[in-house]
Nanobody
Framework: QVQLVESGGGLVQAGGSLSLSCAVS????????MGWFRQVPGKAREFVAS????????LYADSVKGRFTISRDLAKNTAYLQMTSLKPEDTAVYYC?????????????????WGQGAQVTVSS
């Protein structure tokens, strides 16, 4: 059983910053990618960022490139998403996910395990 527990998020004004954490526990592969996705009601889940097992290879959606940073702490089995220069259109529920195949994909359906989601609200 693999569990992902997210923390962070909340309410911030436009231009502000927030951080999300995702702690992974349970029987996981020794190497796996981490991804962050977001979703607003009525829309499909959207890719935000991903990184490979050691965090050296990262991928970002164009909409967040230069503003968001994904990282991970292998010792803590935790991934992070640092969000800066936030915009109202960044408002969504953010999900972290584990991809056992370790390709760092932007396809949500390739991810095997998901967190419960964390609300991020950016006011204008």
């Amino acid at each position: 059983q693999v569990q992902l527990v997210e923390s962070g998020g909340g309410l911030v004004q436009a231009g502000g910053s927030l951080s999300l954490s995702c702690a992974v526990s349970g029987r996981t592969a020794s190497r796996y990618s981490m991804g962050w996705f977001r979703q607003v009601p009525g829309k499909a889940r959207e890719f935000v960022a991903s990184c490979n097992w050691n965090g050296e290879n990262t991928l970002y959606a164009d909409s967040v490139k230069g503003r968001f940073t994904i990282s991970r702490d292998l010792a803590k089995n935790t991934a992070y998403l640092q969000m800066t220069s936030l915009k109202p259109e960044d408002t969504a529920v953010y999900y972290c996910a584990v991809e056992v195949s370790d390709t760092g994909s932007y396809y949500a359906n390739l991810y095997d395990y998901w967190g419960q989601g964390a609300q991020v609200t950016v006011s204008s």
